[in-house]
């Protein structure tokens, strides 16, 4: 007998351990940030300063790319949920995975240019 | 004779209006809305960050497309938004560890997010106007 489980391909589960995750680290760096930037005005001088620290950059890199995951997994399923036609479903997920690595890289440069 | 014991067919009515849905299926399709809209609303930010770390006078730009009303109202948005979703995620996150799932506290802690994230969207909001 062959003693077999059936089971899927897991990525279900790991979507949402993911989403969880990067929920984590979005509400970790939202803390950090608003801590960091501290109370009264920012000037472009103590703006600037606060995303030049290493430490920073290497912090906004984690909530970018927890954006990244995070927003492709919530935006897949909105598509998935209400979009029948599959080409147009398709489309779609192809034009967020674009528009999210677009965004990510965008976010990159502006931050390693400093 | 009429066989009245035959019934009629009766017209199936379903009301799908979000309007009455219970508050946690309220919480839920607003979630999906603020993060929809914040997914949307990636490109202004970007754009806002990118000028504003760019130079003085591009921080000095950035500052002033916020005073106009359009963006102002586009940020108020983004901040409820935002703060709609991190509640409803904290929910979501304490739905989770089994804190809360109990249909009354579930239905209390919904109308919470609504409380709390709407509060915070004023109390925030009027001091950035």
């Known amino acids: 007998m062959v003693n077999r489980v059936i089971v899927g391909a897991h990525y279900g589960l790991k ?3 993911a989403q969880r995750v990067t929920a984590l680290v979005m509400i970790a ?3 950090i940030f608003l801590v960091a930037l501290g109370r009264g005005t920012v000037s472009y001088a103590s703006w600037k300063a606060l995303f ?4 920073m950059r290497f912090a906004t890199l984690l909530f970018v790319a927890s954006v990244l995951i995070h927003a492709w997994v919530g935006v897949r399923n909105v598509w998935m949920d209400y979009i029948k036609h599959t080409g147009l479903r398709l489309a ?21 240019r400093l | 004779m009429p066989d009245l014991t035959a019934k009629k067919k009766r017209p199936v009515w379903y009301n799908l209006s979000p309007l009455n849905l219970p508050v946690p299926g309220l919480v839920s399709i607003f979630h999906r809305i603020s993060g929809l809209a914040l997914f949307l609303g990636l490109l202004a930010f970007l754009f806002l960050l990118d000028s504003s770390l760019s130079s003085e006078s591009g921080f000095a730009r950035a500052a002033e497309y916020l005073r106009a009303p359009i963006w102002k109202l586009g940020l ?7 703060l709609h979703h991190l509640c409803a995620g904290v929910r979501h996150l304490l739905l989770d560890i089994d804190v809360g799932v109990g249909l009354e506290s579930a239905r209390r802690s919904a109308f919470a997010v609504f409380v709390v994230s709407l509060a915070l969207t004023a109390f925030i909001g009027v001091r950035l106007w």
Not at chain 1, 52 to 55: D, V, Y
Not at chain 2, 76 to 82: E, G, N, T
Request: with cysteine; glycine share 6%; net charge negative.
């Open chain 1, 15 to 17: 979507d949402w351990l």
């Open chain 1, 29 to 31: 760096y939202t803390v």
């Open chain 1, 52 to 55: 030049a620290q290493e430490w």
């Open chain 1, 92 to 112: 779609l997920q192809i034009v967020t995975i674009l528009w999210l690595v677009g965004c990510a890289g965008w976010a990159m440069q502006i931050l390693w």
């Open chain 2, 76 to 82: 108020m948005v983004s901040l409820w938004a935002f």
